[in-house]
């Protein structure tokens, strides 16, 4: 016999293999009947074989038995699925866009009707505006809740720009002993028909320290020694009204600062400009 080539002696090595591996069972199962199959080991899988590289029959029956498998049980991919979900979130984005868009636009809470309202005009109460106005607007207020200095420029506004319109001061000190001594001090100041400064100032002021106080009542044009004075003599008759000021309050529920009586509507808190004028237009409607 002449000289085995390389080629020849690799299919003489396979051939020898693949009779061994039917011996011993080692052929692998890869769910195919694939005729042929043949059990290699590593370090023959990459040996050249008639001019092409020896593949592996259980990885080439496998990938087999996979597209089987989908074809006879077609499913989605990942890519499938993904776009899937996309599509569903895109949707539900667009239901929601939709439902806020054919949603009628928000329109403001109606006031409380407070039929009682009129009761609440205390002539010991300070007060600026004509005593006979179409409109009045009982405010409740402390002059250290954040709010309430929010809201005075506006009703400074509504005073300016309807002189039929009243406020009546109603302090309701309930921030605490600075609040109440500043609401003493501007009630006090009606005797020096200085009220309507005094309450500017103090809405205005940075604190309600006594030097804070004594500042404002300066910059108001108010009499200090004389305000004390005033405090002192009619000490009892401005704490009955604060008194009666905290049982009115809490008899209507209220639970803090600003609290507004435009007519015999009440609003709760801090009330746009705009908001205000259409109470006042509504309580002009009333007469």
């Given at each position: 016999?002449?000289?085995?080539?390389?080629?020849?002696?690799?299919?003489?090595?396979?051939?020898?293999?693949?009779?061994?591996?039917?011996?011993?069972?080692?052929?692998?199962?890869?769910?195919?009947?694939?005729?042929?199959?043949?059990?290699?080991?590593?370090?023959?899988?990459?040996?050249?074989?008639?001019?092409?590289?020896?593949?592996?029959?259980?990885?080439?029956?496998?990938?087999?038995?996979?597209?089987?498998?989908?074809?006879?049980?077609?499913?989605?991919?990942?890519?499938?699925?993904?776009?899937?979900?996309?599509?569903?979130?895109?949707?539900?984005?667009?239901?929601?866009?939709?439902?806020?868009?054919?949603?009628?636009?928000?329109?403001?809470?109606?006031?409380?009707?407070?039929?009682?309202?009129?009761?609440?005009?205390?002539?010991?109460?300070?007060?600026?505006?004509?005593?006979?106005?179409?409109?009045?607007?009982?405010?409740?207020?402390?002059?250290?809740?954040?709010?309430?200095?929010?809201?005075?420029?506006?009703?400074?506004?509504?005073?300016?720009?309807?002189?039929?319109?009243?406020?009546?001061?109603?302090?309701?000190?309930?921030?605490?002993?600075?609040?109440?001594?500043?609401?003493?001090?501007?009630?006090?100041?009606?005797?020096?028909?200085?009220h309507a400064a005094f309450d500017d100032a103090l809405m205005r002021s940075p604190g309600l320290?006594?030097?804070?106080?004594?500042?404002?009542?300066?910059?108001?044009?108010?009499?200090?020694?004389?305000?004390?004075?005033?405090l002192a003599t009619h000490a009892t008759e401005i704490d009955a009204l604060l008194a009666d000021?905290?049982?009115?309050?809490?008899?209507?529920?209220?639970?803090?600062?600003?609290?507004?009586?435009?007519?015999?509507?009440?609003?709760?808190?801090?009330?746009?400009?705009?908001?205000?004028?259409?109470?006042?237009?509504?309580?002009?409607?009333?007469?």
């Amino acid at each position: 016999m002449g000289s085995v080539t390389g080629t020849r002696r690799a299919q003489l090595s396979l051939s020898f293999l693949a009779r061994a591996n039917r011996r011993l069972g080692r052929v692998p199962d890869t769910g195919c009947a694939s005729e042929g199959a043949l059990y290699v080991p590593t370090r023959f899988r990459s040996t050249p074989f008639l001019g092409r590289p020896v593949t592996t029959p259980g990885r080439r029956n496998l990938n087999l038995a996979h597209r089987r498998r989908n074809a006879d049980n077609p499913g989605m991919t990942r890519r499938h699925a993904l776009l899937a979900l996309l599509v569903l979130l895109g949707l539900f984005a667009a239901i929601q866009l939709l439902s806020r868009w054919l949603q009628p636009a928000p329109t403001a809470p109606q006031p409380a009707f407070v039929a009682s309202a009129p009761a609440l005009v205390d002539p010991r109460a300070p007060s600026a505006g004509p005593a006979n106005a179409a409109v009045t607007i009982i405010l409740f207020s402390d002059y250290a809740c954040p709010a309430c200095r929010a809201l005075h420029p506006d009703l400074r506004s509504v005073l300016a720009n309807h002189p039929d319109v009243r406020i009546v001061y109603r302090d309701w000190p309930v921030f605490g002993a600075a609040s109440r001594q500043a609401a003493r001090l501007a009630i006090a100041s009606t005797h020096q028909n200085r009220h309507a400064a005094f309450d500017d100032a103090l809405m205005r002021s940075p604190g309600l320290t006594e030097p804070a106080l004594r500042a404002a009542a300066t910059q108001a044009g108010v009499d200090w020694p004389r305000l004390q004075t005033d405090l002192a003599t009619h000490a009892t008759e401005i704490d009955a009204l604060l008194a009666d000021t905290d049982l009115h309050a809490r008899a209507l529920g209220f639970v803090g600062t600003p609290m507004l009586l435009v007519g015999p509507y009440l609003v709760t808190g801090r009330v746009p400009a705009a908001r205000l004028e259409t109470l006042i237009a509504e309580v002009r409607k009333l007469k």
